[in-house]
């Protein structure tokens, strides 16, 4: 009987070392963010335009809807998800997030808002995430983006200008955290195209509409 027991002790305490073990070897998470790096002083002088903005949450792909970082092998154009390094939050939360931020920053309207909004918006902001993805190879890894941002009238429910498909890549060193950085710039200089032509297509419906005025 006391045999049973010292036996059934010793798996206890091996069971138990077991688990330390196991707990002591988990992989540690680390998590990175394109906010930093798609956002950032002013790059023009030019005033706001004369109205507020809703920008509508971002739409992607159900296989882009996770926040494991998508690896593509340069060479055989593998896919693979990347188990222990992760965006900070879903990729379509983060663009959305990301322009928001840039448009205010940028001062490119007079306020912007999450859409729907209660606040008086004539215009929002909606768009598609169709790529987030680093190519990975030996030398050098490349963070791509590819966007597109249409701009609908509210009251019509009607959209007014899209943006086409916007795709950047830039080269990074094979590191996470420097792909990550040239992550951020890449959708930072999509956001710069699309306040440009923003600007363009707004100023003419405002000059147009003046004009029907007099």
């Excluded at 073990?21 to 992989?27: A, E, K, M, R, Y």
Aim: overall charge neutral; charged content about 25%; some cysteine.
């Amino acid at each position: 009987m006391r045999e049973c027991k010292k036996i059934q002790i010793a798996c206890c305490l091996c069971w138990l070392g077991c688990l330390s073990l196991s707990c002591s070897s988990s992989v540690d998470l680390r998590y990175f963010s394109i906010r930093e790096f798609s956002s950032g002083s002013a790059d023009t002088q030019e005033r706001s335009l004369p109205m507020s903005i809703g920008v509508e949450n971002f739409r992607s792909a159900p296989s882009l809807r996770r926040q494991e970082i998508i690896l593509r092998d340069g060479k055989d154009l593998r896919l693979t998800l990347s188990a222990n390094q992760l965006w900070w939050a879903l990729p379509e939360e983060m663009v959305t997030e990301s322009l928001k931020n840039y448009l205010a920053e940028q001062k490119v309207f007079q306020q912007v808002f999450s859409y729907p909004t209660t606040h008086a918006a004539r215009y929002y902001l909606e768009g598609v995430l169709k790529t987030l993805e680093i190519e990975t190879n030996t030398q050098e890894w490349k963070a791509h983006a590819a966007l597109e941002v249409y701009l609908v009238e509210q009251e019509k429910n009607e959209i007014v200008w899209g943006s086409g498909v916007l795709d950047v890549s830039l080269t990074s060193s094979p590191t996470m955290e420097e792909a990550a950085r040239k992550m951020g710039e890449s959708v930072r200089e999509i956001w710069a195209k699309v306040a440009a032509q923003l600007r363009k297509v707004l100023a003419q419906k405002i000059e147009n509409a003046e004009g029907n005025k007099r």
